[in-house]
C-alpha cells in the first residue's frame, strides 16, 4: 500500500518568514494529493491540494509544488502569521474518477509555530 | 451546511465498557471515512463506506470494533469490549464522488480516554 513521509516534524519560523515541508510517497499511481491544516481541538481542515497532471498551484500566500518523477511534493506558506500556528498533514491518493473512492494516505504531520 | 458532526465530543469509559461513537456526515456526501489518530501512530484509516456500503475495513485493528452505516446519514462506530490501548481521538470524515475538489471534510473528533 501507499506510504507517505512528511518532514519536519516540527518547524519553528518568525513571523514573516517562510516556511516548507516536504513529502515524499511510495505509489506512483499516487495521482491526487492534499494538505491539511488541524487546529488544536479540531478536525483536519483541507487547505490546497494538487492533482498530478499539474506541477504547481497557489492560493494566496500557500503553494504547492509536485515532483512527479521523485515521487515529492512540497507546501510553501509565505509571509507566516502567527495564526498559521497548527500542525500541518499531507496526503496521497490514487483517484480513477467516479469508481474511486478516494482512500487517503497521510503523512505523520509537521507542527509549525510561527513566533510573533 | 452543518458540517461533519460527530457525537460525543468527549467520552470517558472503563475498560471493558462498550463505546459508541456517531457521526452525521454531510447531506450529500456519498462516502464517509472513519480515521483515529494517536501521538504514535499518526491519522490511520479505520473503515470507509461508499453509498452506505462498507468498501474497505482493513484499517480495523481488531474484532472488537465494528462500524455501521444503516443510511445516508448516519454512521456508528463500536468498541466492545474498550480496552486503555483504544483511548484517541477518532474523527469521521465525508465527501461527494461528484464534488469538483476530492478532498474529505472532517467533522471535530471524538476523544476517548479508557480508564
Known amino acids: 500500500g501507499e506510504n507517505v513521509e512528511q518532514h519536519p516534524s516540527t518547524l519553528s519560523v518568525q513571523e514573516g518568514d517562510s516556511a516548507v515541508i516536504k513529502c515524499t510517497y511510495s505509489?506512483?499511481?499516487?495521482?491526487?494529493f492534499p494538505w491539511y491544516k488541524q487546529e488544536l481541538g479540531k478536525g483536519p481542515q483541507l487547505i490546497i491540494d494538487i492533482r498530478s497532471n499539474v506541477g504547481e498551484k497557489k492560493d494566496q500566500r500557500i503553494a504547492v509544488t509536485l515532483n512527479k518523477t521523485a515521487k515529492h511534493f512540497s507546501l510553501h506558506i509565505t509571509e507566516t502569521q502567527p495564526e498559521d500556528s497548527a500542525v500541518y498533514f499531507c496526503a496521497a491518493s490514487i483517484w480513477a474518477g467516479g469508481t474511486s473512492y478516494g482512500k487517503l494516505t497521510f503523512g505523520q504531520g509537521t507542527i509549525l509555530t510561527v513566533h510573533p | 451546511d452543518a458540517g461533519v458532526i460527530q457525537s460525543p465530543r468527549h467520552e470517558v469509559t472503563e475498560m471493558g465498557q462498550e463505546v459508541t461513537l456517531r457521526c452525521k456526515p454531510i447531506s450529500g456526501h456519498n462516502s464517509l471515512f472513519w480515521y483515529r489518530q494517536t501521538m504514535m501512530r499518526g491519522l490511520e484509516l479505520l473503515i470507509y463506506?461508499?453509498?452506505?456500503?462498507?468498501?474497505?475495513d482493513s484499517g480495523m485493528p481488531e474484532d472488537r470494533f465494528s462500524a455501521k452505516m444503516p443510511n445516508a446519514s448516519f454512521s456508528t462506530l463500536k468498541i466492545q469490549p474498550s480496552e486503555p490501548r483504544d483511548s484517541a481521538v477518532y474523527f469521521c470524515?465525508?465527501?461527494?464522488?461528484?464534488?469538483?475538489?476530492?478532498?474529505?471534510?472532517f467533522g471535530s473528533g471524538t476523544r476517548l480516554t479508557v480508564v
Open positions: 505509489d506512483s499511481a499516487s495521482n491526487y
Open positions: 463506506f461508499n453509498n452506505n456500503v462498507p468498501i474497505d
Open positions: 470524515a465525508s465527501r461527494s464522488d461528484r464534488a469538483l475538489t476530492y478532498g474529505y471534510t
